[in-house]
């Protein structure tokens, strides 16, 4: 059984094929937000390199957000669309979750990813590796002031635990975030952005645990309304 994962919530896209022995191939589109021209022929690609037919795969796995609004309503709408036409299931992935099960990260420690939400405000959560595969949620997602989370950070961190923080939303706040109080360091490696592989380790562990949905229930996680929403609404508000 191969699980086919799709990743468009950050700025590059990319796609997965992971086996029950969680041997990973993946793609990596090197062009910014290029994920509407991009995302299926890389796929393509992926499955022709992993010599993989519709039928070898058993689920069709999406980063469901948050991240970029666009990004998530593409990966979104093309993991529903292959799973509708190969007749598979889909596995919901959590985005900010999966940047702990990036290979690079070791067990104890705490992963801190922090996306840029705008309007002075990011999306976050906290993730304990406690082993290679498995994590433990410390403070759960959501769009955040930055000084409330690293406030709510700083006192669910354990003292031997060093943070890291990694995603989007690093390099925009590291001023704030470099006042953090507790022990931490800033990513460097493939674990500063989202990645399908990594998004493909979490999705193996949802499939073995039967958190699994169809095409027609499937949904994104904005956390928030669009920019164009919330103005839509302040306008019909007047």
């Not at 958190?211 to 302040?234: C, G, H, M, N």
Request: aromatic share 8%; charged share 25%.
């Amino acid at each position: 059984m191969t699980i086919l994962t799709i990743e468009t919530t950050g700025p590059l896209a990319s796609v997965a094929l992971i086996d029950q022995d969680r041997n990973v191939l993946e793609r990596v589109n090197d062009t910014r937000y290029s994920h509407l021209e991009e995302l299926v022929p890389m796929i393509r690609a992926l499955m022709s390199e992993g010599g993989k037919d519709p039928e070898d795969i058993g689920a069709i796995a999406v980063s469901r957000g948050p991240g970029s609004f666009t990004g998530i309503r593409i990966g979104m709408t093309t993991a529903k669309a292959l799973a509708q036409v190969w007749e598979k299931p889909v596995i919901e992935v959590p985005t900010l979750k999966s940047f702990a099960y990036h290979p690079g990260i070791a067990p104890g420690t705490l992963t801190v990813p922090v996306l840029d939400a705008r309007r002075n405000q990011v999306y976050a959560g906290a993730y304990r590796k406690i082993a290679a595969y498995q994590d433990v949620e410390v403070i759960e997602e959501k769009a955040w002031a930055p000084d409330e989370f690293l406030a709510l950070l700083a006192d669910r961190q354990r003292a031997e635990e060093t943070v890291l923080f990694c995603g989007d939303g690093v390099p925009v706040y590291c001023d704030v975030l470099n006042r953090y109080p507790g022990p931490f360091r800033f990513s460097a490696g493939a674990e500063t952005v989202q990645r399908a592989g990594a998004a493909a380790q979490l999705a193996l562990n949802l499939y073995r645990d039967g958190i699994v949905t169809d095409a027609f229930r499937s949904e994104p996680v904005y956390l928030r309304q669009s920019e164009a929403e919330r103005k839509l609404q302040e306008k019909c508000a007047k």
